[in-house]
């Protein structure tokens, strides 16, 4: 096991209860306690009501009955009822007096709080050295033997159901909370272990990666869970990241490349030099053409520089109207002498009065600069480099430069807006390798795309087309 | 290149005596130094100051004939300087050096009173030449006849003559050799004239200017008459009347 490895099943063992899923697990058995609590509560208090009321009702019956009897025949009753009352609806009758003395029947002593009234009253009976309970009594006045309503029937009837009622239903909550309880717990461990399983082989796969394995991904599987998509996310940032690695690290090899070159001839030049003493013509020659190889280098670097700035700044302080037809006019102006000395002819070709953009003009200008220069180089004598501009429909400015050169082969044309790419036919041209992509930066500011198309597919000559779509104005 | 090597003459020739007063704000102390020194033996008579007060404080008291000023100073920054000095209603012509390059700086620079700009790192002769263009004031735009030795322009017939022999230029060529004309016996980098004549801000691959003037070259310079239009080596071209 690595340290790593150690590390990991500590932090497994530990993380389990820690886990999202296992504090949702939790949060789900509290909730499921309180559901069971409000179901029983309301059966008990459903069933609790019913048996009230139905001892009510027997203790208001059983007096409506007893109050028709005569005195003899009520006292008799009275007495005898723990024998004759099977059903045990009662649990207490007796016969007392209006001074609150016992006649006849097996309540011993006048209950604590009980008035003569048509209703029932619950109160507490608390006999001696027993826990209290709860009684429902009735007190109705009744007929004694000398004719007058001087003796009060007093019925009785215990609670003991609805406790009873109650216990059961409270061991019933008990008992059911703990399978309950146990078995989402279970499930919820089960659950996180899963779930930390999965986080586990991420953790490991993302040491991996910072360990310097950028090739690794996540794992994923084919559910299409949150965290699954979590890690496929994860894992297309790691793509991007590793493409744009590649890049930094190709532009990285690159510029020690083109730097490189110079670096070595200014090197050999001045040691060249060191041995030259007596000769100051040939001094002076060689140092300036040393002078001229590090000027290249820094022509490299202030490209990259300023690709940086394009890039990065987003500045569009520069922005303002312009006449694209007229950046033509002055671009064809700029490079037609050197065109002509080429063998190539420059020149614009539409009809179109003006071409209204909003843009930075100094940075277009730039943009044809590079296209042209590009164009005048790739097109042997003799040769044509045609310019246009227009609006298509919506306003969508879009701007043109066609040569009849040697062309971009197809599975070039994306790379050379790239950094430093240089096709192989180009390797025998000086330049920095960084025009193309000094266009690209600045036609991202502008929000417009570059398609390149051939102009004679086929040809031993097609020429490249060069088109650069303008977003219509309301977007820019 | 045989035919500009030709053309080459040597060092550029010396400032006007007495020497021009410059006043150099900057706070980096090895290119202050550096750039000091150099314009010293170019003939400046060079101050220097390291803070924006510091060297605001030199420019009102003191006589100069030129400033460099560095955009980003310690204290107070090189825009509020040319700003303020301006307001003390000195007009002295103002450089402004900067390492920003990007486009919107360069306007402010130039709308705070700075009436050139150049960015980190420059050549010497860049910047010698640029000072050069700033001390001697273009000619007045209201002239209607330029006159440079055996050449004369007629600015509102669109004209050009050598020795009253009427030249044939481009519109193109006629504004290069305009500007030119303008500051004679100036050393002009091909920056400066990409720049001023064809308002075009960024260095191209190619030697664009060369070709430019060498195809006014062969227009002006007429075999078996002296050279007016010189290559000066390592800095850019000048128009000038030998002797």
């Known amino acids: ?301 202030t490209a990259l520089l300023r690709i940086g700035e394009i890039e990065n700044g987003r500045r569009r302080a520069g922005f303002a109207m312009l006449d694209l037809r007229e950046l033509l006019a002055g671009v064809v102006d700029l490079y037609e002498p050197i065109a002509e000395t080429e063998g190539v002819t420059l020149r614009v070709v539409d009809s179109v009065e003006s071409v209204p953009l909003f843009g930075d003009k100094d940075l277009l200008n730039e943009v044809l600069a590079n296209l042209v220069d590009n164009a005048i180089k790739f097109t042997p004598a003799p040769g044509t480099v045609e310019l246009s501009a227009g609006q298509g429909a919506g306003g969508a400015c879009w701007l043109r430069v066609a040569d009849t050169g040697i062309g971009i082969a197809e599975d070039e044309r994306k790379a050379v807006m790239g950094r430093f790419y240089r096709s192989d036919k180009s390797r025998h041209v000086p330049g920095s390798g960084l025009g193309l992509s000094l266009v690209s930066a600045i036609l991202r500011l502008h929000g417009a795309s570059v398609d390149i198309v051939a102009a004679r597919p086929g040809n031993a000559l097609p020429g490249a087309v060069f088109t650069i779509h303008f977003a219509a104005p309301a977007s820019v | ?124 002769e860049e910047l010698a030449a640029r000072l050069e263009a700033l001390l001697r004031r273009p000619t007045d735009s209201r002239v209607t006849m330029l006159r440079v030795g055996p050449l004369e322009m007629d600015l509102i017939e669109r004209r050009v003559f050598r020795n009253g022999q009427e030249i044939d230029l481009l519109p193109r060529e006629f504004r290069l050799l305009e500007y030119m004309m303008r500051r004679p016996d100036t050393v002009l980098t091909r920056t400066m004239l990409l720049e001023d004549v064809w308002n075009y801000r960024f260095v191209p691959q190619t030697n664009l200017v060369d070709v430019h003037i060498g195809k006014l070259r062969r227009k002006i310079d007429v075999p078996g008459e002296p050279l007016l239009i010189h290559s000066i080596r390592g800095a850019g071209f000048s128009l000038r009347v030998p002797g």
Request: charged share 25%; hydrophobic share 45%; glycine share 6%.
């Open chain 2, 1 to 124: 290149m045989s035919m500009t090597s030709a053309h080459e003459s040597g060092a550029p020739e010396r400032l006007p005596e007495p020497s021009p007063r410059l006043l150099l704000i900057e706070d980096d102390d090895s290119i202050a130094a550096e750039v000091a020194e150099e314009l010293t033996t170019r003939g400046y008579d060079v101050t220097r100051a390291a803070t924006g007060v510091e060297g605001l404080d030199h420019a009102c008291a003191g006589q100069f004939d030129l400033m460099i000023v560095d955009r980003m100073l310690p204290e107070l920054d090189g825009l509020t300087v040319i700003e303020s000095v301006r307001a003390q209603r000195i007009n002295i012509p103002v450089l402004v050096l900067s390492a920003l390059s990007a486009v919107d700086d360069r306007v402010s620079g130039l709308k705070a009173g700075g009436d050139d700009y150049l960015t980190k790192p420059f050549a010497m």
């Open chain 1, 1 to 301: 096991m690595s340290r790593a490895d150690l590390r990991l099943s500590g932090l497994f063992r530990a993380d389990l209860f820690r886990t999202a899923t296992f504090r949702l697990t939790l949060a789900f058995v509290v909730a499921i306690i309180a559901g069971m609590a409000l179901q029983f509560g309301l059966v008990y208090g459903q069933m609790s009501g019913y048996e009230q009321q139905r001892s009510t009702d027997l203790l208001q019956r059983e007096a409506a009955l007893l109050v028709h009897e005569t005195p003899a025949q009520l006292e008799y009753e009275v007495r005898e009822r723990s024998k004759t009352d099977l059903r045990v609806i009662l649990n207490g009758a007796a016969l007392f007096d209006m001074s609150r003395n016992r006649i006849a029947g097996d309540i011993k002593k006048w209950p604590v709080g009980l008035e003569v009234s048509p209703r029932t009253q619950r109160l507490w009976d608390a006999p001696p050295g027993d826990t209290p309970y709860e009684m429902r009594y009735l007190a109705v006045e009744v007929e004694g033997t000398n004719g007058n309503r001087d003796r009060i029937l007093v019925l009785a009837r215990s609670l003991h159901m609805a406790n009873e009622l109650r216990y059961i239903t409270k061991r019933a909550a008990l008992m059911s909370v703990v399978p309950v309880v146990a078995f989402a717990l279970m499930a919820g461990i089960f659950l996180s272990h899963r779930a930390l399983g999965r986080i586990k082989d991420m953790h490991e796969a993302i040491d991996r990666i910072m360990d310097g394995d950028l090739h690794e991904r996540l794992p994923t599987g084919r559910e299409r869970d949150d965290i699954e998509r979590l890690a496929v996310s994860v894992n297309r940032m790691l793509d991007r990241l590793e493409h744009l690695l590649d890049e930094i690290r190709d532009v990285g090899n690159d510029i020690a490349h083109d730097l490189r070159t110079p670096l070595a001839r200014v090197k050999a030049r001045l040691e060249r030099v060191s041995a030259i003493t007596n000769d100051p013509a040939a001094l002076q020659g060689a140092i300036e053409r040393a002078a001229l190889d590090l000027e290249q280098c820094f022509s490299v670097i």
